[in-house]
């Protein structure tokens, strides 16, 4: 299976994003836990049921983060799959929660609702017929039928596409699919979550700036270790590209490097998934932190905010 494993954007208030992803998306809480390299920091992820490979959408919540600004070298734009059925509902809702959104648009013909999270990220939701037969999460404040079913994919804004696209389609199975004006679809074998890629190709624009509301990373299956080995070899040898050492995420097993347009790309194994620290029926009710801080639980405890005023 290839495709998006996951998505990581940087927030600003973590009680907003985290009402805004649970009640108003109606995505599943996965996992609490801390960002490995700054133990201060929640590190929130949001998805389906058991929050499998290309469902999990990631958040880096700093209070007080100054702004991104969108540019060239970045994720532009991260789009879900809903039932096509459902987008009517999508609308009303978006009215009724006051989230600013764009009218519906056709992209490679399918039905785009593009709208932003209240940090400015980019988002949409795809029309997919057939999707109400994919599961999600029925538990959230939205009703079963009209959930988000998963990733439907991301457009990377790039200078220039021919590089990043070798890597898409050499390392990672893509395919080139269609192209619309300066838009190149790529998509991975099957019709699984988040297997579509486009690249928007826009010569002479400014370069993004992360900050609030900017995709810190996107990140690529691999079955197991050895598949992502393979895959690391092919960086190497076909595109001169060197990808960091193995790290272990607790949740998937990682390794990082940079596009050629600029992305910062990881390759996550599947497994050993979420459940792994916790039973799926209370995934993301406690706070799961890594082996090596759990002696220092009481002082990050301490000094990350309470979402207890938000659960429900």
Sequence with gaps: MSGLHHVTAIAGDPIRNFGFYTRDLGLRFVKKTVNFDDPGTYHFYYGDETGRPGTILTFFPWAGVSQGRRGVGETHQTAFRVPQRSLGYWTQRFIEKGIAYEALEKRFGESVLPFTDPDGMALALVGIPGAENEPGWSNGDVPSEHAIRGFHGVTLLLDSAAKTASVLTDVFGFKETGREGSVIRFKAPGDAQGSVVDIYEAKGFLRGHQGGGS??????RAADDA?????????????????????DRNYFRSIYFREPGGVLFEIATDIPGFAVDE??????????????????????????????????
Aim: net charge positive.
């Design 215 to 220: 995709v810190h990373h996107i990140a690529f």
């Design 279 to 312: 039973p799926v029926a209370t995934l993301g009710r406690d706070l799961k932190l890594p082996s090596f801080l759990e002696q220092h639980r009481k002082q990050i405890e301490g000094v990350l905010p309470s979402l207890e005023a938000t659960a429900s």
């Design 227 to 247: 598949e992502q080995g393979k895959m690391a070899q092919k960086l190497v040898s076909n595109h001169g590209l060197h990808p960091t050492e193995q790290r």
